[in-house]
């Protein structure tokens, strides 16, 4: 007899154990076999003769088999399907009444091409299916067994996650009454003056057994998941908080029960017993974590919020017809239509219509964006005015909003260098506070007063009861969600948690000028006419010499005319002079547009002044015809209309605000006077920008860097933190630490504030946990036994613990009100 | 007596010592080399709390949370610059593209929950 194990995959549930237990002993030779759920792995008891492919063979037919074992799966990787292409679809499963539909379920998906693998858990009618089949094709196949599936992302189910909350913190509830139940009328009879000593042969003795077993059945129902998980850990080499409340309580139940029933082999002075205690003590932690998973519902409810945003159904145009349909089942390329007050469905290219959209929920931005065609918009965006048609280019999980979900979830686990202090420390926790309760305890029975044996199980129950591992633990992650939420909110991405602490304590900002500080589209911003012209008559010249140009100056001049309702006429001979002008002929007149050294070599008589053009940061361009100058058109880059108050804001917050750009230094300057910066960076090339960072880094600053994520990817990437800036909806820019999808400068200051907002609340956290722990452990062992003359009750050590780690939370959430302000709209 | 109480406090914190601290889960016998499985979040325990992958290879997780308490709502890995979030009641997917060789430790937010992650 050969015993072999094997790994199985899908099994479940005890009807598929049976079922491959089934299969496996029709086997000739096979004696026994037994199933390992957790494991997910099966142990047979064999003949010699049995071979291994027998075996597998017969776990595979029963559509157990682990994906190792699949032949397809196996299969060196080839093609887009076994790379990153291959995506999970999570499918919840209507109809499965028994453990025998999962099978058939199973395998109707495993057939279903492109799956790789297929797993039903029938306890939530989940199924989830890697491989690149589309969740339609997957649902037709569940549909097809006689089924009914629908799309359901992990995330989206809101409302199913909330009533599991609930249900877990009614049950939490449900606990705390039967510890409280119990160990209060306790605790009343103690502190009314009734006697907790076990007298021998006294009825009391028998009461206070039934007690001692009622508090048994406390500890075993109300605190079950405590002893449980104590357990668990130790076999694991692991200690949790569950070790030190399942010891607290279990040293004082056990201690009393010696009591009860072997009253003769203790003191008289000790025969205390302190049943209250652990009733208690379930009874308030119980409690603890009841307030703790309400306090937490709110801490992600920034993320809930960004989920929310999505919309439920899409009304989609397939051969001509509209139809509603659930937005899980809309597919890259179908053609939706969205109507006023409707929501975006899924990212699109708007294909027919015009109307305004407001975005403001993904980018903070609160005016409405104008949509046409040709244009992108965003699922969870809202449509205001008109009805659009668009095209969808991404849904599910690469839409914009689900990508901003998973970039503000992934920051809100990562943990600044703060945090790191306590992270040791946790890990450590608990086993100290083991060894210093043995410790307290051992000092307590060599130098303690009588009685020593009492005063040893109250020292020590009391040390590992008050400890609380949670409070630390949870001190940086709590801040550091809703930070990062709150964030989130005002259309700011932080990538990594050490963002927030850096951007803290930044001294030194330098702001990229084009499309950071300025719009980043060059316009028209004043005409200065010679005697006798008119501004739209020169405009309508420059326009039409410019109608050929693809230069970023001609584009403004064009937008200028167009906005400007002027009719273009005909240019011929047209002819652009590289870093001169451009030069065509209008209704048989030559004109001239171009820099002034041009326009006198030409011989043209340059009588006017150009200086209030250059004082404003505007590039001059001179217009002429054959003999004369018309007049010059000033084209600057103008500055966003609340740069200057948001770099006000960030000089009042301390930091020295630096423009860099490849301006030229006279208009640099300009610009850097109109938006009120401290220095300027002026001529640098856009490759040298990341070494102006660096030399500033060298003189000892903290360097912020804010770009618009693609033309500085080396400054951003040299700076200490760096923001991109008006990326919108593109969120994948890597290069940035923080992203703020609004073009505003406001957004780094909000981001600073909140960082420095966060990065308080974090310290005030691990302060209050490290105080809490470094004076309530003494206390608890006893260092003020000598002034008191008495020790710390474990019950007001149970509700001190409780209360620590609500504490934690709650302080956490305070963040939410918080309002970085300042902004003029 | 006095000294047998000592000496069984002193043996006492000894153990814990050496449970807790000196000898790792696992440590003797090497998990099985794995590039997909299914952890079960529930107790205050990740089971299997060893994963042992190999260089090169992706890696997918399934975290069952099993556990309604909030510790276990999170999942850390260390030095990955990965977390996820558990849902109660459900199966979590991770998939750790191409993790670099070393050891890596995952855990809740409160690390009250530990494994271990080896790749080589």
Redesign the interface.
Known sequence: MIQHNLAISGATCQGCARKIIKALTAIDGVSEAEVDLEQQQVTIAADQGVTLAQMEQAIAEAGYAPASTDPDAAAPPSGPESTSTHSDVTLSITGATCAGCVRTIEEALRSTPGVKQAEMNFADRTALVTGSATAAELIKAVEEAGYGASETTLDDDGSEQEAREQAHYRQLLKHMWLGLGLGVPLMAWGLLGGDMMVRPGETSQWIWLAIGIATLAVLATAGRHFFTGAGKAFTNHNANMDTLIALGTGAAWLYSMVVVLMPGALPEAARHVYFEASAMIIGLINLGQALEVRARGKTSAAVRRLLDLGAKTARVIRDGQEQDIPVEQVQTGDRLRVRPGEKIAVDGEVQEGESRIDESMLTGEPMPVEKTVGDKVSAGTLNEAGTLIYQATAVGRDTALSQIVAMVKKAQGSKPPIGRLADQVSAVFVPTIMIIAVISALAWFNFGPDPRLTHMLISATTVLIIACPCALGLATPMSVMVGVGKAAEHGILIRQGEALQTSSKLDTIVLDKTGTITEGKPAVIDILCADGQHQDDLLRIAASLESGSEHPLAHAILREAESRNLPLQEASSFEALNGKGVTATLDGQRYRLGNRRWLENEGIRIAMDSDTLTDKGATPLFLANDQTLLGILGVADRIKSDSRDAIARLRDSGLKVIMITGDIQASADAIARQAGVDDVMAEVLPEDKAEKVKALQQEGRTVAMVGDGINDAPALAQADVSFAIGTGTDVAIESASITLMGGSLHGVADAMAISTATVRNIKQNLFGAFIYNSLGVPVAAGVLYPLTGSLLSPVIAGAAMSLSSVTVVTNANRLRFFKPGGKTA | M?IL??LA??I??AL??W???M???GGRKPAAIT??T?I?V????Y???LIHARTGQ?L?L?F?RRD????A??V?FHGL?????L???????VTL?NPPKGEYRFTC??????GRLIVD
Request: charged letters at 20%; glycine letters at 6%.
């Open positions: 006095s109480i000592n406090g002193l006492l914190i814990i010592i449970w807790f601290w000898s790792r889960p590039s997909e299914t079960i529930d107790d205050g325990v089971d299997p709390a992706p997918t399934h069952e309604p308490s909030p510790c709502e999170q850390i610059d990965v977390s996820e979030f849902d109660n009641g459900k199966v979590t997917t593209k937010q409160m690390q009250m929950y530990q």
